[in-house]
């Protein structure tokens, strides 16, 4: 079965601090992987989609990485700040049918002061 | 602003009402979807649509019907709504259902029912 999930499930940083969100699946055949900003109360916005030739992605402060081998990604946030308390939700998409997204369960990231 | 635009943000109904939940794009995109997130779970696919006239179920489409008669607009049904349905909605657009094209997201209609 097609899964995604991710760790931590929650986590508190620091403002001004790194950090790094994991993402591990098995979705197979494999087409692209999407990290996910959710605000609470609010619908996913995308950060980075990544195929499967690409081994990193910034977006500012996100850095995204995959590695398609080990099936293994990371979002790595660089000098956190308050604004970037929310969900992350990793999403990876099939290269064949017609339903190709998996979700993960998301990291629930809070940044304090 | 381009984008998804999702109608109620909220709706409480009593058990065995139906509703509409209104869905629309101004992108143009081909592919449209609905999505019901739950606490501690992820995004599962309700209803998907390739384009106007096509539609199909996704992962959880029992209770739920979904017609598309123009590329814009993608209402998503309830016929007779269940205290299991008690969820956030979200709608979502994308130019197709896959490869390398990214998903705009609608804001969710967050539903009760009681």
């Known amino acids: 079965k097609n899964q995604v999930e991710q760790s931590p499930q929650s986590l508190i940083i620091l403002e001004g601090k790194n950090c790094t969100l994991q993402?591990?699946?098995?979705?197979?055949?494999?087409?692209?992987l999407r990290w996910y900003k959710q605000d609470t109360g609010r619908g996913p916005v995308s950060l980075t989609i990544m195929t499967f030739s690409e081994n990193t992605k910034s977006n500012g402060r996100y850095t995204a990485t995959l590695d398609a081998d080990t099936k293994q990604s990371s979002l790595h946030i660089t000098a956190s700040q308050l604004s970037d308390s929310a969900s992350y939700i990793c999403v990876v998409s099939e290269s064949s049918g017609n339903t190709p997204l998996v979700f993960g369960k998301g990291t629930r990231l809070s940044v304090i002061a | 602003n381009a984008g998804v635009t999702q109608t109620p943000k909220f709706q409480v109904l009593k058990t065995g009402q139906s509703m509409t939940l209104q869905c629309a794009q101004d992108?143009?995109?081909?592919?449209m979807s609905w999505y019901r997130q739950d606490p501690g779970m992820g995004l599962r696919l309700i209803h998907y649509?390739?384009?106007?006239?096509?539609?199909d179920q996704g992962e959880v489409p029992n209770g739920y019907n979904v017609s598309r008669s123009t590329t814009e607009d993608f209402p998503l049904r309830l016929l007779s709504a269940a205290p299991s349905q008690t969820s956030v909605y979200f709608c979502a657009s994308s130019y197709a259902d896959g490869g390398g094209y990214g998903y705009t997201f609608g804001s969710g209609t967050r539903l009760t029912v009681v």
């Open positions: 649509s390739v384009g106007a006239g096509i539609t």
């Open positions: 992108m143009n995109h081909e592919y």
């Open positions: 993402c591990n699946y098995t979705v197979s055949p494999f087409s692209n």
